[in-house]
């Protein structure tokens, strides 16, 4: 793995971005809608409903668009045979992961700006804690979906597995994260599989920030357990990657 | 040190249950450009893939430069041009070719020159969509040039080009040869057979012929490299041959 070759991958993949407005817009412009409709449905609601759930949703939002994202875009690499070029060249499989990263990190931290902003200064969502741990967590968040669909487009052969993967990695963790009903009053069981899955943690963390004056204690650690899902999946993703194939 | 660039011993392939190369032997020399011809399903491709590498292999030996093929070492000094052109289309021809030169380590003259080669720099601000698909198959050798290997492994380079610019492209490959490279280069078009120094036949994954042209017509008795492989290929089938691959074998050759 060479700093030159990561960083001249992640720069060419948003030089794809940039010549796709449509998909930049999208990245950018979706979440706001759907935080906006949702704060729309909770507006006549008695108490504080949208308070509660509208943290939570920044934390599934991220996750869920760069999911689908990079599980296409990688996919994309291997069907048109762009991959099996690289994979030819002194190309580390590491460059190629965290170039992805890198470049999706960058959407992500755009994307975090724009939809908490929006959350914040439009529906008016009610924040306890600073408003920039808010970014920080939907930057991770997304990265850890950028991570999570790099290792699902390397069990997906076709556009239609692909795209499929995305009900099916994401869809059992929206779920379980504690969205529809609090983790603790879950079947011991389910609540088990809930406290290993990432998503949870990010959930966890945004409500964290939007209920307390001075999250970050209880925060860090949510975000550690993010952080090394990211690390996991990377490592997962680049194992799906071979040079040889039969 | 031995003079040739590739050695192959024995080499089998098995793909989908199916054995296209069922045990293939040759050598390629150094400096030399080498033509694989043959029909479709011959075996061509997964050839080239074994050459540098991304092919898994069921047995026998593939050694490049002296090393197996696909090490590591191999990678900056082996470039492969796949048949379908491999390149971003929603970059323009400048952006891939400029990507592919930071992978290989190359320069950013290398990259003007690499697209001045294929004839290109008129174009190199356009999204390689926008392209025609001559166009894009050159921007794809670009990127294989850019990196200026020792070994070029060519999948039907000149696929669906006008006469005028496979001629400018086979200048282009007896150029690299002339510095010393060595290029291994597949193709349907028989009259490119008189470009190359050697000529390898390729047919349900058995090598039919392995000589130079003159070699070729001398042997069945032909004045073109066409009638002669066509000969090979009726010879081959009135043997009974290995029966293998038969259904591929035939218009295209």
Redesign the interface.
């Known amino acids: 793995m060479r700093p030159?070759?990561t960083l001249?991958?992640a720069?060419?993949i948003l030089?794809?971005l940039r010549?796709?407005h449509r998909t930049v817009a999208l990245m950018l412009v979706v979440p706001c809608v759907l935080l906006g409709l949702l704060a729309w449905v909770y507006s006549q609601a008695p108490g504080e409903v949208f308070d509660e759930v509208g943290p939570a949703l920044l934390g599934v939002f991220p996750l869920v668009v760069m999911f689908i994202v990079t599980s296409i875009a990688t996919l994309r690499e291997r069907t048109?045979?762009?991959l099996?070029?690289?994979?030819?060249?002194?190309?580390g499989k590491g460059d190629l992961m965290l170039g992805y990263a890198l470049a999706f990190g960058v959407m992500a931290v755009l994307q975090a700006l724009v939809a908490s902003a929006f959350a914040v200064w439009v529906c008016g969502l009610d924040i306890e804690g600073p408003v920039w741990l808010l970014v920080v967590i939907a930057v991770v968040d997304a990265v850890l979906g950028t991570a999570l669909g790099l290792l699902a487009s390397g069990f997906a052969r076709t556009e239609f597995q692909a795209v499929q993967f995305m009900p099916a990695f994401v869809l059992p963790q929206f779920l379980l994260c504690g969205l529809l009903l609090p983790r603790d009053r879950m079947p011991g069981v389910l609540e088990a599989v809930s406290d290993v899955l990432p998503l949870s943690y990010a959930v966890d963390a945004m409500t964290d920030v939007a209920t307390q004056a001075d999250p970050l204690g209880d925060v860090l650690p949510s975000l550690g357990v993010m952080l090394v899902w990211v690390a996991l999946a990377l490592v997962l993703g680049s194992l799906t990657l071979r040079?040889?194939?039969? | 040190m031995t003079d040739a660039a590739i050695v192959v011993e024995d080499l089998r392939v098995l793909r989908g249950g199916r054995e296209v190369l069922p045990g293939l032997s040759m050598t390629v020399p150094r400096g030399q450009v080498v033509g694989l011809l043959g029909p479709s399903g011959g075996g061509k491709s997964t050839l080239m893939r074994a050459l540098v590498g991304v092919q898994v292999v069921a047995g026998g030996t593939v050694s490049v430069l002296g090393a197996p093929a696909g090490s590591a070492s191999l990678r900056r000094r082996v470039g492969y041009l796949t048949q379908a052109p491999s390149v971003y289309a929603d970059l323009t021809v400048r952006d891939n070719v400029r990507y592919f030169a930071a992978v290989l380590g190359a320069d950013a003259t290398a990259v003007e020159r690499a697209i001045e080669a294929v004839h290109l720099s008129d174009h190199a601000g356009a999204r390689v969509a926008n392209l025609s698909g001559g166009q894009l198959s050159r921007t794809s050798l670009a990127c294989t040039l850019v990196g200026d290997p020792e070994v070029l492994v060519l999948d039907e380079p000149t696929v669906g080009l006008d006469p005028v610019l496979r001629r400018e492209l086979w200048e282009i490959f007896r150029g690299l040869a002339a510095e010393g490279r060595t290029l291994v280069v597949s193709s349907h078009v028989m009259d490119e057979a008189v470009r190359c120094d050697r000529l390898l036949l390729l047919r349900a994954g058995a090598l039919l012929s392995d000589s130079t042209l003159a070699e070729l017509l001398a042997r069945t008795g032909t004045e073109d490299a066409e009638p002669a492989f066509l000969a090979l290929i009726d010879a081959a089938e009135d043997d009974g041959g290995s029966g293998r691959g038969r259904r591929g074998a035939g218009a295209e050759a």
């Open positions: 030159r070759t001249a991958t720069g060419r030089r794809q010549g796709d048109t045979g762009t099996e070029r690289l994979l030819t060249t002194p190309l040079r040889r194939t039969p």
